[in-house]
C-alpha cells in the first residue's frame, strides 16, 4: 500500500521540488520510465543522479512488456479477398503494383480461372503486361508513399545491387510503418551493407521487427539470447515465433524442452498455438494452387 502511494504522489507532484501539479503549473512525465513527473527541465536534470538506476530499470521493464507481447497475428495479416490469414512464405501471395494489396496465392489461383487474369483480383484494374509495366506502377505507389510499394522498391535495389538506394528505400518504408523493411534494416546493420555497420541499430529494427509480428525477426532475437546465455528469455521468443507459424521455432522449443528450459505445460500450448496458425493459413483454393504448380513443375 505504502509504495502505491508513494507512486501516486510522485504522479502528482515534481519528484524534485515536491510541488504539486495545478492549471499553472504542468508536471511532465519522465519520457524513459514514465513513473515520474517534473516541473521543468531544471529540476528533471537536478534529479536524474538519484533517478538514473530505477528509471533503467522501469524503462526495461516497460520495453519488455511491450517485446514480449503475443501478436495477434503475423505481420501479412489476412488476403484482403478471402480474409484467411496469409502464408508465411512470400512466395505463397502476391503483391498488386496496382493496387497495392498482397493477395493469396489462391485468390490469385482462382482469379485465372475465372479466365480474368488480365484482371486485378482486387481491384479490377487491368493488370501489367511487362516488366517496365510492373516497375512503372510500383514507382507510382512509392510515390504516393505507400507503405508496401516502398519496401519492395528496397527489394529491387537490393537485387541488383544498389545497397545504399535499397537502405534508403527500406528506411523511407520503416518510417511509413512497414515492418518487413525493420527487418531489412536489421540485417543491413548487422552486416555493414550499404549502411554502417551498427549492432545497436541491428538489435532495434530486430526489435521493432520482431514486436510488429514478424515471426523470423522473432527467431532471431531468440538466438541472439542465447548467445548470451539468456535462455528464459529465448524460450520466450520461440513460443512466440512458434504461435505465429514459424516450423524453425518450434523446432528450437523442441530442443529447448529435450534440454529442460522448458515447460511441458509451456511446451504443450507453444504446439496448439502453432498448429492453430497453420489451419487458420489453410484453404480449398490455396490446396488448388499448390496441386497445379506441382503439376507444372
Known sequence: MSTN????????????????????????KCTACKSVRYCGVKCQKEHRPKHKRECKRRAAELRDEILFKQPESHLHGDCPIC?????????????????????????????????????????????????????????????????AATYQAGVICSKEGDYKGAAAYFTKAVGLGDISAHYELSGMYNEGVGVERDEKKHLHHLEQAAIGGHP???????????????????VKHFIIAAKLGLDESLESLKKCYGMGFISKEDFAAALRGHQATVDAMKSPHRDKAKAALRVKG
Not at 515534481?14 to 510541488?19: P, Q
Not at 487474369?117 to 505507400?146: G, I, S, W, Y
Open 83 to 147: 480474409c484467411i490469414l496469409l502464408e508465411l512464405d512470400d512466395r505463397k501471395s502476391f503483391m498488386m503494383t496496382c493496387c497495392g494489396k498482397t493477395i493469396c496465392g489462391g485468390c490469385a489461383y482462382a482469379n485465372q480461372m475465372r479466365k480474368a487474369k488480365h484482371l486485378c483480383p482486387f481491384c479490377r484494374q487491368p493488370a501489367a503486361d511487362t516488366d517496365e509495366e510492373v516497375k512503372q506502377l510500383l514507382m507510382r505507389r512509392v510515390e504516393a508513399n505507400d507503405p
Open 5 to 28: 502511494l508513494e507512486e501516486a504522489r510522485h504522479m502528482m507532484c515534481c519528484a524534485a521540488c515536491g510541488i504539486a501539479g495545478a492549471d499553472d503549473i504542468k508536471l511532465k
Open 216 to 234: 523470423l525477426a522473432r527467431h532471431n532475437l531468440g538466438y541472439v539470447e542465447w548467445k548470451s546465455g539468456r535462455t528464459e528469455r529465448t
